[in-house]
């Protein structure tokens, strides 16, 4: 009965030897933490040969970015790692400023990297949050998420959501910080601090997490670069590579921080490599937070950023501007452009084709989920069928992001 | 980085070069020609000095009305040696015509070649498991295809399908 059903799934179950079983995790199913599917075959509690099933999220992102105009398709962005949704923002508009050539003020720059660094806390509590309660610790997740909630409001004051926070806007942000926003976000840092300490020392220290992680999952740093590892999972098999150190964007290459890596690449690591990146995230934002510049939250870009509403009522110029902006879009030169930037779970990259119409003439969304977790077969064969979800979880993926 | 790979195609591999065309874009772009793929990236990937031992990003363009031929598979090399150049290929493909997997050089290039499979219908030679990826297999047509209309043909084929089939199937066996 199952053997049909894994037949119309892949070529791998075939033949299916006496004994073996199949089990199918997903595609609605408590560990894989979004819609996406795999296909188990056990002998005994050993796995023998996995095969993954994606596409269940799919909404065909990269048809409507060719529909959309440049500021439309910032609210797919949203959608796509909705676990850290303004990195993914940040990484479009980054990427459509590069392509018009446009200079922000430096403020803008300080508020994005610190939404940025905050954002990356939030999706690593995640991810190391839901791979204790995976493995039966649920304190662990309850004790940082009091702070991802912080980090949440900030948002919610920032951008007027939680979830789809649609950040920036091409030549700025979309309003100015409000005033008490460096405060809070010294206070989110000096909460952290200690909630990451504690969490390390309840969770990832703990024996049976060490017993249940410890070379699990792991891979090597060939392999790894092989199958187009980026971000975490790549650093804790051993490979310092980092977007923002090795080719800086906006102001990577003005603060301090350290690139952590792992050995082994195992789930511990993983584990292990995102911990002390938050650490390095609270110490960039504590160097960014201490010297916003003040000025205007947006360039002076009559032809790309959207007027002010009062002065819209009231003025022609302005009235013509929003027009422009809203019916035309904004004019992108025709070429080609491929920006990389290091969102939470690795290299995110935006590759837009433009003919110099209003929307691109192809957009393409390299999504670091979609590179390692085609991997997932090799990192699970041999062994146990516990520590597949142990290896999901560490690996972090988001279905949204997978699927774009 | 990108004289030396100009020289370095020019060099070794004169007769798998497309055409010599200036692209307006960030990166250095290179046109290859199908089937001389394999001897070059792995060449590319050996060589010392270049490395572009990393496969960064795979997709295709389709270029309906404004190109001949029709598609480019677009491969993104980056290099692993801290230089972090990378370095875009594109290999120009007309409808129904295959381009060699790159699946044996690159394993990551596994799902990303049956994306391109999908959704705009590239066959890839070689490939070790040439499947849809991300829509379902019992759908018509290639959706990253410019003539392919944004809301779709109207088709009412999708999931009722599928789960009707394992229903019988399922239902016959017992």
């Known amino acids: 009965m199952y053997e049909k059903t894994a037949e119309h799934f892949g070529s791998k179950f075939r033949h299916l030897p006496e004994g073996h079983l199949l089990v199918n995790l997903g595609p609605s199913h408590p560990a894989t933490h979004g819609i996406l599917q795999n296909v188990i075959q056990l002998d005994g509690e050993r796995v023998v040969e996995a095969e993954s099933v994606i596409g269940y999220v799919h909404r065909s992102f990269e048809k409507l970015g060719e529909k959309y105009t440049y500021n439309q398709f910032l609210v797919c962005t949203d959608r796509m790692n909705y676990v850290s949704t303004p990195l993914n923002n940040i990484g479009w508009i980054l990427t459509v400023e590069k392509m018009m050539e446009i200079q922000v003020p430096d403020k803008v720059v300080y508020v994005r990297m610190i939404v940025s660094e905050l954002s990356r806390i939030m999706d690593h509590i995640i991810c190391n949050g839901i791979l204790g309660v995976d493995l039966g610790a649920f304190s662990g997740m309850l004790h940082l998420f009091h702070h991802r909630e912080n980090i949440y409001q900030v948002l919610e004051k920032l951008t007027g959501a939680r979830l789809t926070t649609t950040f920036c806007r091409i030549g700025g942000l979309e309003k100015d910080i409000y005033p008490e926003f460096a405060d809070e976000v010294r206070t989110i840092c000096k909460g952290l601090k200690p909630a990451i300490e504690e969490f390390q020392s309840l969770l990832v220290n703990n024996r049976i997490f060490m017993d249940r992680t410890k070379g699990i999952g792991g891979i090597s740093a060939e392999d790894a670069i092989s199958y187009g590892y980026s971000g975490p999972n790549l650093r804790a098999a051993g490979v310092p590579w980092d977007v923002r150190k090795d080719e800086p964007y906006m102001f990577y290459d003005k603060v301090d921080f350290d690139v952590p890596i792992g050995e082994d690449g195992s789930v511990l690591h993983r584990t292990l490599v995102r911990m002390e990146e938050m650490r390095q995230s609270i110490r960039i934002i504590e160097q960014l937070v201490e010297g916003i510049p003040p000025g205007p939250h947006h360039a002076d870009l009559p032809h790309a950023y959207l007027p002010e509403k009062g002065k819209v009522y009231k003025n022609m110029e302005e009235l013509i501007y929003h027009f422009k902006i809203i019916m035309h879009g904004v004019k992108v030169p025709p070429g080609e452009y491929y920006q990389a930037t290091e969102a939470a779970n690795g290299e995110l990259g935006f590759y837009i084709v433009s003919e110099g119409e209003k929307s691109p003439w192809r957009v393409h969304v390299r999504r670091p989920c979609f590179w390692f977790y085609q991997s997932f077969p090799d990192l699970v064969k041999g062994g146990l069928l516990a520590d597949t979800i142990a290896t999901m979880s560490s690996l972090n993926v988001i279905a949204g992001e997978l699927d774009c | ?174």
């Open chain 2, 1 to 174: 980085m990108k004289e030396t790979i100009d020289r370095f195609l020019k060099d070794k591999f004169p007769q798998y070069v497309y055409k010599e065309e200036e692209v307006l874009s960030n990166l250095p772009v290179f046109f290859l020609k199908a089937e001389g793929l394999l001897q070059v990236f792995s060449a590319l990937k050996t060589s010392p000095g270049i490395e572009l031992n990393y496969l960064n990003d795979l997709t295709a363009v389709d270029w309906l009305g404004k190109k001949n031929p029709r598609f480019e598979v677009c491969y993104l090399l980056r290099s692993g040696n801290k230089s972090t150049t990378r370095v875009q290929f594109k290999v120009p493909v007309e409808e129904g015509e295959a381009v060699p997997s790159i699946v044996s050089l690159f394993k990551g290039a596994n799902w990303p070649e049956r994306e391109v499979f999908d959704l705009f219908g590239i066959p890839f030679r070689d490939h070790p498991q040439l499947e849809r990826l991300i829509m379902p297999d019992n759908f018509q047509g290639h959706p990253l295809r410019k003539d392919y209309p944004l809301e779709g043909f109207g088709q009412d084929y999708l999931i009722e399908d599928l789960l009707t089939i394992h229903v019988k199937e399922d239902m016959g066996a017992e």
